[in-house]
């Protein structure tokens, strides 16, 4: 009898102090490292004329896979065109890197037995994708006197959420335009698209904008923190185009919601030439 009540004693205690692995885990901080990067088609600085021939995307994925980011955004990303031969250039790469990946085209270009053209943004991630959406953003529907056709051409976000361990979070690419009023109209899209979605939020890309500049402002203060100031990085540092050292403009983004800690942010100072751009890349956390 004595020894069924000590039995009972532990088997009760047992139950009251049995700790809850799953509770802890879910508990745990999560710190990824994300890159943003335009990688503009792979023709590289060194291919005035864009020779597909000497189009380059093994140097782009050596810039990538020297960082080994968790996730990495991409812009001015082709598929299928003839002009960076024919290249599915997201699924190229994401073989490369054993990279999941997901993709937004920004317009179509024509049909070829390989598959329909398209230019837009890409996500890279080492944690699988489990949605993802195009989201076309507004742009004007005329040119202005001098401008070329290409101002206005069509412009996206790429949106996706992913499983890092069995935590979602969503993470966009994209790509804005190159005039203030195209931009603070397509900043505006991007701002009413965050508010539908759920979540910790990166949102990271090209958006051909200073940091000063009203369209920024739209998304700052919505509270959506820009990991070079929370780093933080000297203004003269965060200067993203043109590539290498002779930088000058801070057009290249990583954006958080405010859930995320942003613990180092820097710009990759890149002197090859694989793009145009310097890359951003960042380690965050999310508690």
């Known amino acids: 009898m004595l020894l069924k009540r000590v039995l009972l004693g532990l088997l009760i205690l047992g139950m009251v102090y049995t700790p809850l692995v799953g509770a802890e885990e879910l508990q745990e901080p999560l710190t990824l490292k994300v890159m943003?990067?335009?990688?503009?088609?792979?023709?590289?600085?060194?291919?005035?004329?864009?020779?597909?021939?000497?189009?380059?995307?093994?140097?782009?994925?050596?810039v990538i896979k020297q960082q080994d980011p968790d996730i990495v955004a991409l812009q001015e990303v082709d598929r299928f065109r003839a002009r960076s031969g024919k290249v599915d250039q997201v699924a190229y790469l994401a073989e490369k890197l054993g990279m999941y990946w997901a993709y937004s085209p920004s317009y179509y270009d024509y049909e070829i037995p390989e598959g329909r053209g398209m230019y837009g943004n890409a996500i890279l991630s080492k944690y699988p994708i489990v949605n993802n959406y195009a989201h076309t953003l507004w742009r004007r529907g005329e040119l202005q006197p001098g401008e070329y056709d290409w101002v206005i051409e069509k412009r996206s976000i790429l949106e996706t959420k992913i499983d890092v361990?069995?935590?979602?979070?969503?993470?966009?690419?994209?790509?804005?335009?190159?005039?203030?009023?195209?931009?603070?109209?397509?900043?505006?899209?991007?701002?009413?698209?965050?508010?539908?979605?759920?979540?910790?939020?990166?949102?990271?890309?090209?958006?051909?904008?200073?940091?000063?500049?009203?369209?920024?402002?739209?998304?700052?203060?919505?509270?959506?923190?820009?990991?070079?100031?929370?780093?933080?990085?000297?203004?003269?540092q965060r200067a993203t185009w043109p590539n290498g050292t002779k930088s000058t403009e801070a057009i290249d983004y990583i954006l958080l919601s405010r859930e995320w800690e942003a613990k180092e942010a820097h710009v990759i100072i890149e002197e090859s030439g694989a793009s145009d751009h310097n890359p951003i890349v960042a380690i965050i956390s999310l508690p």
Request: proline share 5%; charged share 25%; no cysteine.
């Open 36 to 62: 943003t990067y335009n990688i503009q088609i792979g023709a590289t600085t060194n291919n005035p004329g864009w020779d597909a021939k000497k189009f380059n995307l093994d140097a782009v994925a050596e």
């Open 165 to 236: 361990n069995g935590r979602l979070i969503n993470v966009f690419s994209t790509h804005l335009s190159t005039t203030a009023d195209q931009r603070i109209k397509q900043t505006e899209d991007i701002k009413a698209l965050l508010s539908l979605v759920r979540g910790p939020k990166i949102i990271m890309g090209d958006f051909n904008a200073q940091p000063q500049d009203p369209e920024m402002q739209v998304l700052y203060k919505k509270r959506y923190r820009d990991v070079m100031e929370l780093a933080p990085v000297k203004s003269e």
